[in-house]
């Protein structure tokens, strides 16, 4: 089984300032990783993902995320966010099972921007 | 931009009756998939499918059924509607395959009254 752990609920950040959301994950294969972001009364968006090769995944609107196979850590990363980032972000692991893969998600983190 | 469309964006019901929410996608994907989403955000997976007449339970035991008679529809349906299933549900597609991702409606806010 698989399981995704994102360490922190609720993560309070300056604008322009840097910013590190924490994914840890568990599986007994090999996986592949995605993390997600939620504006309010959306659906999810893809930012980025990992599926082979560079352990450092670059996204969208300026995310970045490094696999850590040894630490099996998935962690995003902004330099400088803007107000405009301030969303809920999910962590996904997708591997197989039984023959069928399963996309699991972690419980969230809210990114609060303030000026 | 994703193709995948869900309706209604919110409902307001009430108790005992019957609803159906509706996801459609555009892509031709094989997987789709229903989520529970709880109001301090974390999701749970309540249908999958990996193709027509193929449905399965997920992770969270729901009251819903489902249904995928063709590829691009997967619609929810609530028998008997009480407040305990008052939540956001989120449809996504995928393309078959581990090292795909997923897209997402926008999502259906039900509230039961």
């Known amino acids: 089984a698989q399981s995704v752990t994102q360490l922190d609920s609720q993560v309070p950040v300056f604008e322009e300032a840097p910013v590190e959301l924490r994914c840890n994950y568990s599986?007994?294969?090999?996986?592949?990783l995605f993390w997600y972001v939620q504006y309010p009364n959306q659906g999810l968006q893809l930012l980025l993902k990992?599926?082979?090769?560079?352990?450092l995944v670059k996204g969208i609107n300026g995310f970045e995320a490094e696999f850590n196979k040894s630490q099996t850590s998935f962690h995003l990363r902004k330099p400088s966010v803007h107000i405009s980032d301030t969303a809920e972000y999910f962590c996904a692991v997708s591997s197989m099972n039984s023959g069928y893969s399963t996309l699991t998600f972690g419980k969230g983190t809210m990114l609060l921007v303030s000026p | 931009e994703a193709d995948i469309y869900q309706t209604p964006r919110y409902l307001v019901i009430g108790t005992g009756k019957k609803i159906t929410l509706e996801c459609s996608q555009t892509?031709?994907?094989?997987?789709m998939y229903w989520y529970q989403q709880d109001p301090g955000m974390e999701l749970h997976l309540i249908h999958y499918s990996y193709g027509v007449n193929s449905t399965e339970k997920g992770d969270l035991s729901s009251e819903s059924t489902v249904s995928r008679i063709r590829t691009e529809h997967f619609p929810l349906t609530l028998e008997s509607a009480r407040p305990s299933h008052t939540s956001q549900y989120l449809c996504?597609?995928?393309?078959?395959?581990?090292?795909?991702?997923?897209?997402f409606g926008q999502g259906t806010r039900l509230t039961v009254v």
């Open positions: 599986s007994s294969v090999s996986v592949y």
């Open positions: 990992y599926l082979s090769g560079s352990t």
């Open positions: 892509m031709g994907h094989d997987k």
């Open positions: 996504a597609s995928s393309e078959f395959g581990e090292n795909t991702e997923a897209f």
